[in-house]
């Protein structure tokens, strides 16, 4: 038997059962909750930054870093060889 290193498991470290629960009985298990305004909260505090910004996938994240750094046609972006192809239709989009 082979052994592989496990790919894209969710990783329980503490109270993940308990708030997954709390966020599905408030009714708010996407857009902008209860725990979407903690985890800004929590990022602008730890990062030191006036706004942080949650997307719904590195895809999206990706994109926005794109609009945001206005990249143009033409412009070289460089990316790892190793990814999801999410990763260069993000950048692709915008024909860099």
């Not at 709390?22 to 009985?25: D, G, K, Q, S, W």
């Given at each position: 038997?082979?052994?592989?290193?496990?790919?894209?498991?969710?990783?329980?470290?503490?109270?993940?059962?308990?708030?997954?629960a709390?966020?599905?009985?408030a009714?708010?298990?996407?857009?902008?909750?209860?725990?979407?305004?903690?985890?800004?909260?929590?990022?602008?505090?730890?990062?030191?930054?006036?706004?942080a910004?949650?997307?719904?996938?590195?895809?999206?994240?990706?994109?926005m870093?794109?609009?945001?750094?206005?990249?143009?046609?033409?412009?070289?972006?460089?990316?790892?060889s190793?990814?999801?192809?999410?990763?260069?239709?993000?950048?692709?989009?915008?024909?860099?």
């Open positions: 038997m082979i052994n592989s290193i496990p790919f894209n498991r969710p990783s329980f470290e503490g109270h993940e059962h308990e708030y997954i709390e966020a599905i009985t009714g708010h298990i996407s857009g902008d909750g209860p725990f979407s305004k903690r985890c800004h909260a929590y990022l602008e505090a730890e990062l030191g930054v006036p706004r910004l949650l997307t719904t996938s590195c895809t999206h994240a990706l994109e870093s794109a609009l945001l750094l206005d990249i143009k046609p033409g412009d070289e972006v460089i990316l790892p190793f990814t999801f192809v999410s990763t260069v239709d993000a950048i692709r989009e915008f024909a860099a």
